[in-house]
């Protein structure tokens, strides 16, 4: 016991080994303990595998968008390997953070029936109609899960989209950053290496960036 600044005695209580920590960023904390539990959720069961994600409207009139609020995990056996694999190859992840995917994967008609990849173009209205910026967006980011919440890592999930920070993955054997960095593909190509993604880091700040196709990167899809 330690005694704070105006005589106040303050207590830390440990968490226990084994256990995880709900702010910051571990496996074992369950998605849904990172959702909005303030946000009326509607439904999508994907008639491919009966999985089912959470989905949410942003935005409003000619300008609103219906988004999954999760991470997609589809997976089909004409997928390899090196094609879309768990975050660190733990395919208890997937249950998480759904799966990852490269991009020429991504653009193969992965998305539910009625859904589809984002383009470039709706990416920027996405961050547009939830206030986001380059230099801030914590509308969209998940409540808890970033590194350094106390200092600016994690968000406030206004809108329910519940970005949470699975890291960044060059093949299925690497997974770096995790707690600090989210990545969502685009369908929007920059040339013949890189295609666009959705970027949010740890510091709040959230940019559209070219990155490699070869890459595994999260997918969300929007509404057609």
């Known amino acids: ?55 949410v409207v942003i935005g409003e009139g000619d300008g609103a968008q219906v988004w999954m609020a999760e991470n997609l995990n589809y997976y089909n056996a004409s997928m390899t390997e090196n094609d879309s694999w768990c975050p660190g190859n733990e395919p208890s992840r997937c249950d998480v953070g759904g799966r990852l995917y490269t991009w020429a994967t991504a653009m193969q008609d992965i998305c539910p029936d009625g859904w589809h990849l984002p383009t470039k173009a709706e990416g920027e209205l996405l961050l547009e109609n939830t206030g986001c910026n380059e230099k801030t967006c914590e509308t969209l980011r998940s409540v ?10 994690n968000g406030t999930d206004d809108f329910g989209f519940s970005v949470l920070p699975i890291g960044i993955s060059s093949s299925p054997s690497n997974l770096e950053y995790e707690g600090m960095l989210a990545y969502f593909w685009t369908a929007t190509e920059q040339d013949a290496l890189d295609s666009y993604t959705i970027m949010f880091s740890q510091s709040t700040k959230v940019a559209i960036y070219d990155r490699s196709k070869t890459a595994g990167r999260s997918v969300r899809c929007v509404k057609n």
């Not at 440990?14 to 303030?38: F, H, L, T």
């Not at 970033?146 to 890592?153: A, H, I, K, L």
């Open 1 to 55: 016991m330690s005694k704070a600044e105006g005589g106040a005695y303050v207590r830390c209580l440990k968490i226990p080994e084994g256990e995880a920590s709900w702010d910051v960023w571990s496996w074992d904390v369950p998605k849904e303990s990172r959702m909005n539990s303030k946000i009326s959720y509607g439904k999508l069961e994907d008639s491919r595998d009966g999985h089912v994600y959470k989905t």
């Open 144 to 153: 808890t899960g970033w590194t350094e919440p106390s200092r600016y890592g």
